[in-house]
């Protein structure tokens, strides 16, 4: 799981931006997961190949920006980190000082105590699951 400093990590999209539907990658696809009560506020899916210890599954993984259809997958680096209480962490891809991250913020009840942190935290949690 380790990568060179500035080395993107390749994610899939299990969750599209703006809608219900949710999928889940299982394995090497994606399948039908459940009808969400409201529209995901970013892209959501998850790093394959990769283990949070927190929930026993892969690393969970959210893009901002425009919406990405189920099954995109994405190569990106890090640019921050959604640090949750309960250590079932988010890496993010993409801007994080706009109406993207506040949306995802604001997804997360205060219970979850949802933090965001930058790419320097997200890297180093990363290294931390090897």
Not at 112 to 119: D, N, S
Request: aromatic letters at 8%; a negative charge.
């Amino acid at each position: 799981m380790s990568r060179p400093a500035g080395e993107g990590w390749e994610g899939v999209v299990e969750w599209t931006a703006g809608t219900r539907e949710r999928l889940i990658w299982r394995g090497d696809r994606l399948e039908p997961y459940r009808q969400e009560p409201w529209p995901a506020p970013v892209n959501y899916g998850c790093l394959p190949g990769t283990h949070n210890p927190a929930d026993a599954a892969e690393v969970d993984a959210v893009w901002l920006g425009a919406p990405l259809p189920p099954g995109t997958r994405p190569c990106a680096v890090p640019t921050g980190l959604l640090h949750l209480a309960d250590g079932d962490h988010k890496v993010i891809f993409g801007e994080t000082d706009g109406a993207g991250a506040a949306a995802l913020l604001a997804w997360f009840p205060p219970e979850r105590g949802a933090r965001l942190l930058g790419p320097a935290e997200a890297a180093a949690w990363l290294a931390s699951l090897e």
